[in-house]
């Protein structure tokens, strides 16, 4: 079915992604536990302070207003469901814009909701509350030639799309996902076996609440050169490099002060002898005449 973008009524908060299709059924998305505006307003801008509409869901009661009486200020008769968490735009009332906000969405918000007027003008809004997950990775087995990832996505809603990505954005051949589904909430694990050092996302998309996000991990091939061009795998081997030279260069030093050592204590016994001889003919008395 065709979509058609339209400009929706962000007035006070944000209100989700809206269009239309071409029966006129506005569509708004937004993620749980966000806020969300349902637009509704009289097609002439008639001033609507001192009339009556009503809002409703599946037949539940969301906000009646009728000429500034409404379920915030005393009105009885709202659905347990949104008691404290709908309310419109007063100052807007005057420009015939009887739009809603919806706080704190839930799951269980999701449905058809009519606006209604007096005289049956009716306006049909479709709301899809998604639930967005951020998924896990884990390293399941690790050798010096491939690895094996797993990413999990946990309770996601509508079912998202889940792929494997490297560093330069690339599909990464993956196996078949495992699908299952518990009250309306996805639970997918994908697994992937990589050979190459690199960066590698775990991406999840869901078209339709319009949300992505994703996670990281680095895998380093220890049966590869590691790859110079990666800064964290460069800095590592810049570092592996200077403790080497810094370790010749601690041995060489160390050889050097042994020789000079050997070498000093080898010259102390060379000259000790000559020394005890000069030591002896400086005892003897020179006026002791010697014997003939």
């Keep these: 079915m065709k979509l ?7 007035l006070l908060t944000l209100c989700g992604k809206t269009s239309a299709d071409e029966n006129g059924v506005v569509r708004v998305a937004v993620q749980e536990g966000g806020d969300v505006v349902l637009p509704c307003s009289r097609g002439n801008k008639e001033n609507v302070e001192k009339t009556v509409f009503d809002w ?28 404290g968490r ?4 007063q100052d807007e009332l ?16 999701s449905g058809n909701y009519t606006c209604t007027f007096p005289k049956k003008q009716t306006s049909h809004i479709t709301l899809f509350v998604g639930a967005a997950s951020k998924p896990s990775i884990t390293t399941l087995e690790d050798t010096k030639h491939w690895t094996m990832l797993q990413c999990e996505v946990h309770g996601a809603s509508p079912e998202p799309s889940v792929e494997w990505r490297d ?26 076996t990589v050979t190459k050092t690199d960066n590698y996302h775990c991406v999840v998309t869901q078209e339709t609440i319009h949300h992505q ?16 061009g990666d800064s964290n795998t460069g ?17 060489g030093v160390s050889i050097i002060l042994a020789v000079v ?29 010697r014997e003939l």
């Design 261 to 289: 050592v050997v070498r000093h204590k080898n010259d102390d016994k060379k000259r000790r002898p000559l020394d005890d001889c000069s030591q002896s003919e400086k005892l003897q008395d020179p006026e002791t005449p």
């Design 56 to 83: 409703k869901k599946d037949g539940l009661e969301v906000f009646f207003y009728e000429a500034g009486k409404h379920y915030n200020n005393g009105r009885e008769g709202q659905s347990e469901q949104f008691k």
């Design 94 to 109: 005057k420009h015939g814009n009887a739009s809603i906000r919806v706080q704190k969405t839930k799951m269980a918000d």
């Design 167 to 192: 560093g330069s954005g690339n599909k990464v051949p993956a196996e078949e996902p495992q699908v299952s589904e518990r009250g309306g909430r996805f639970y997918i694990t994908l697994n992937a």
């Design 86 to 89: 709908v309310s419109h735009f």
């Design 235 to 251: 800095w590592i081997v810049g570092l592996v490099v200077l403790s080497s030279v810094l370790g010749v260069v601690a041995v």
């Design 4 to 10: 058609i973008s339209v400009l929706c009524l962000c």
């Design 213 to 228: 996000t994703e996670a990281q991990t680095h895998v380093y091939i220890g049966g590869a050169a590691p790859d110079i």
